[in-house]
């Protein structure tokens, strides 16, 4: 029995006035750093945050909404995913494209991913935690669901980074100007020929 507890005492919520789901978000930050995204585990996070692994999964019910708020990002895959696969086939280019403007022309939401980006454009472990995130908890869910081949959705994430970039980043112009629907209407095209097999 740890001596920190005291004698009968079980990870838990601390007793007193403590930011619990802080602290979880705090160990989380060091454990996707240390770890990457497909190393860590809820159990790890719960270790590192002093607390049992059934108030991580309170909080946050999954690993991937561990991830999502612990890099304030402003969408659950558990939420956008679902979304993205529901509805025609053929319309699956245009979904995700507008995804993706809908989700970045608010600057509130779009500057966590930008920040992500910036990160995994400069830094080995952000790269390889945005990558593994990207591929568990988006990419392969949407893959199963539409049965199609990673390679063809990482593709497809390629095509959307970029786009993003050139946008939001690089500011190219006109594109950084140039209204959602004629970018979705350029652009979605290109994603269904990803999808379509």
Same mark, same amino acid.
């Given at each position: 029995?740890?001596?920190?507890?005291? *004698?009968?005492?079980? *990870?838990?919520?601390?007793?007193?006035?403590?930011? +619990?789901?802080?602290?979880?978000?705090?160990?989380?930050?060091?454990?996707?750093?240390?770890?990457?995204?497909d190393k860590a +585990?809820?159990?790890?996070?719960?270790?590192? #945050?002093?607390?049992? =692994? #059934?108030?991580?999964?309170? &909080?946050?019910?999954?690993?991937?909404? !561990?991830?999502?708020?612990?890099?304030? @990002? *402003?969408?659950?895959?558990?939420?956008?995913? =679902?979304?993205?696969? +529901?509805? *025609?086939?053929?319309?699956?280019?245009?979904?995700?494209?507008?995804?993706?403007?809908? @989700? +970045? #022309?608010?600057?509130?939401?779009?500057? =966590?991913?930008?920040?992500?980006i910036r990160s995994?454009?400069?830094?080995?472990?952000?790269?390889?935690? !945005?990558?593994?995130?990207?591929?568990? #908890?988006?990419?392969?869910?949407?893959?199963?669901?539409?049965?199609? =081949?990673?390679l063809r959705l990482?593709?497809?994430?390629?095509?959307?980074?970029? @786009? !993003?970039?050139?946008?939001?980043?690089?500011?190219?112009?006109?594109?950084?100007?140039?209204?959602?629907?004629?970018?979705?209407?350029?652009?979605?095209?290109?994603?269904?020929? &990803?999808?379509?097999?």
């Amino acid at each position: 029995m740890s001596e920190s507890r005291g *004698p009968g005492r079980r *990870p838990g919520r601390r007793p007193g006035v403590s930011d +619990t789901r802080g602290q979880i978000l705090t160990a989380a930050r060091a454990i996707f750093a240390e770890k990457g995204f497909d190393k860590a +585990t809820i159990r790890g996070i719960a270790r590192a #945050a002093g607390v049992d =692994p #059934a108030l991580v999964h309170h &909080y946050f019910d999954t690993k991937e909404g !561990v991830f999502v708020a612990a890099m304030r @990002l *402003p969408f659950d895959p558990a939420v956008v995913v =679902p979304v993205l696969v +529901t509805g *025609p086939r053929e319309q699956v280019g245009e979904r995700l494209v507008r995804f993706i403007l809908t @989700l +970045t #022309a608010d600057p509130k939401a779009r500057e =966590p991913v930008l920040a992500l980006i910036r990160s995994a454009v400069s830094n080995d472990q952000a790269v390889a935690m !945005v990558r593994e995130f990207m591929v568990e #908890a988006m990419l392969g869910r949407v893959g199963a669901a539409l049965g199609v =081949p990673l390679l063809r959705l990482e593709a497809v994430f390629a095509q959307m980074f970029g @786009l !993003v970039m050139a946008r939001h980043i690089i500011r190219m112009e006109p594109m950084a100007s140039a209204d959602p629907e004629e970018l979705i209407a350029l652009v979605g095209p290109i994603i269904q020929r &990803y999808v379509d097999p």
